[in-house]
C-alpha cells in the first residue's frame, strides 16, 4: 500500500508513457510486416500470388496481347505474407518491405475502384480465353 | 472423437444416463448438413482426462422437431439456439433470434440456400 | 405485490466496453432476474469460412475474429485441419506456437486486470496495467512482425523462425516485468479500498460452476479442475513447467488471483520454453485436401476454444464449427448476477473477462 502510494507520487514527475505519435515516430522492431512491393522485371506470371491472398488484394489484369499488369491494393492487404510464400521469385519479384501502410480518408473510397478493377480482370481473363480459343479453332 | 448414434425419441434418455456434472464437461451442440437432412452433435468432455471429446449425434429430416436437452443440462440453451438460427431446425421450447435478427436472413448455413 | 424494476444493461453503456445487453429484474438494489442478448455482432465468419475462402486461407480470417485471441483462434483451427490432412508438425514449431499462446495469455489477462480495475473505480491503476502490458505487446511484434494480427501460425507449423536476438529481447523484456506484475499482485491483495470492491463479491460456488459449465478463470477461482493445457497431450505442457492454478473463493478477488498467478507462471513457462527449444524444421509441407471430420481443443486466455471441421475432399470446407470461451460462459455468468447488488454489475462484468465478437462471431 505505502509502495504503491510512493509510486503514485513518483509518477507525477515522469514523462509520459506514450509517444507523440505522428511527430515523433513509432520505432518498429526489425521485419515488421509491412506494405508488398514488386517488380515485374522477374516476374514470370505465375499468379500464384493472386490465387494464395485472401482478401483478394493482388490482381492481374490480361490484356489481348498476352501480358498482364499487376494491380495491389494496400487497404485491403491484411500484411499476412501468404503471396511471398507462394511466389517462386520471392526477394526478386514479391518481397514485403518495413514500411506501413498508411490510413485512407473515407473520401478517397480507395476500394469502390478496386471492385470495379476485379470485375474488370475478371472480364479480362474470360476474354483472353474466348480469343485464345478461336485462334486455336482457326 | 468418440461417436455414439442415438435418435431423437431416445435423445433425453441417453444423455441423461450418460452426463454427470461433477464428471463431464458439456462443449456444445453442433449442427452439419448433410445435404438432405440434419446432423445434430452433443459434445462432451471428461475433467481433468486425456481421452478424446465424446460425441452423441442424431440425423434428422429439415421439418421434424427434436426435444431440448435444457432440462439435463441447463446451459444448453447457447448452442441449441445457435443451432435453431443458423440451420433453422426446430427444437422443442427454444425460440429463434440469439443470433439473428428477425429481418436478417434466416438459416444461412443451410446447404439449399 | 411484488415490486421489480428492469434496467436495461448495453448494448450501449459508459462501464461496457463490448456490444451485449443485460436486462436486469431488480428489487432495490438486489437483482433477481437476469436475461442475456448476444446477438449484437455477428458477422457470419462460420458462413464465410465454408462459403469464401479455401481451407489454406482460413487461418488468416478465423484470427480476426477476435483481436485478443487471434493466435488462439488460428492455431486451434489449424490443429483441427492438420489432424485431417495428417501433418505432423515438428517439436520446434510446437514449441514455438506455445510461447505465442502463453505471450497472449499474459497481455490478455492483464487487459482484464486492468479493466476489473477500471471498472471498481481506480483509473490510475488501469492506465500503469495498461502501459506494463505494452511490453508483452513488443514482445508479439518482435517474433510475429505485427501487434495485433499475428499470422504467426499456418498449416503444418508456423510462419517465422525466431532468432537469437529476439530471444534475448525476450528474456530482458520478462525480467524486466516480473517485479511490475508482483507490484501489480501486491496492490490487488492488500489496497483495502480495491478489496471492497473486490471480496465476496460476484461469486460462484464449484457446484454451480460445473452445472453451469463454466469455463477458464471462471471456474478455476471456484476451485473446478479444468484446462485444456493438462486435458490433452498434444503439446508438451508439463515438460515446460505447467501447473494448474486453483483458487477456492470463486469471487472477483478469486479471479483476479488466478490471472495474476497464471501471469506469473506463464512468464516462467516461456523462460522455459525458450531454454529448450528444440532444433528442426518450422514448417512441414501440406498436401492433400481435407477429407473427414476433426475436432480440437485449446486454452485460450478465457477458456477452452473448439472448432469441429468437416471436409470434403475440396479446397472448401463442408463445415466449420467455432465454440467460443464466453460463448460458454454465459450460462455461469448469468447465475452469478442473480443476487448481486446492482452497483457491483461493472466491476463483475469485467471480471468474467466477456468477448463479445468471438461470442458473436
Ligand atoms: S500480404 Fe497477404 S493480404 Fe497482402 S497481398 Fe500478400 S497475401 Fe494478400
Ligand atoms: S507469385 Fe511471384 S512470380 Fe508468380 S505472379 Fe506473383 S509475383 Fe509473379
Redesign the interface.
Known sequence: MISAITKAFSNLLKKPYTCNYPVTPVIKPKNYRGLIKFNDEYCIWCDKCEKVCPPNAIIFKQFEDGHKVYNYNPYLCIYCGDCIRACPKTGDALWQCEEKGLPSISKDAPNDDWFILEKEAKQSRENYKAIKAAKKKS | ?KKIETNSENLKDDISAFYD??IW????V?G??LGDKMEI?Y?F??????EE?V?YFLTMDYEKEIPSIVSI???A???EGEVVD?FGVKIKEIPK?????EDSCQA??RKAQ | MKKTINIPYGSQHIALLEPVRFQFETQNEKIVGVKADIGYVHRGIEKACTSTFEYKQIPSVVARVCGLCAITHSLTYVMAVEQIIDVNVSEKAKYLRMLMVELDRIHSHMLCLSHTAENAGYEALFMQIMADREIIMDIQEAISGNRVQFDFVCIGGVNRDITDEIVKFIIKSLNELQPKIEDIFDMFENNWSLSLKYKGIGAITKENASIYNALGPLARAAGLETDVRAESDYYPYEKIGYKMILEQTGDIYGRNRVRLREILSSIDMIKNILCDIPEGNIIEKVKGKPNGESVARLEAPRGEIFYYLKGVKQAMLDRVRTKTPTFSGIPAMVEIFKGQEYGDVPAILASFDPCMSCTAK
Open positions: 472423437m456434472y461433477k464437461h458439456y462443449i456444445t453442433n452439419v448438413d452433435q459434445l468432455k471428461k475433467y481433468g482426462n486425456k471429446v460425441c443440462i441447463p446451459s440453451y447457447l448452442g443458423m433470434g440469439l443470433l439473428l435478427e444461412p448455413l
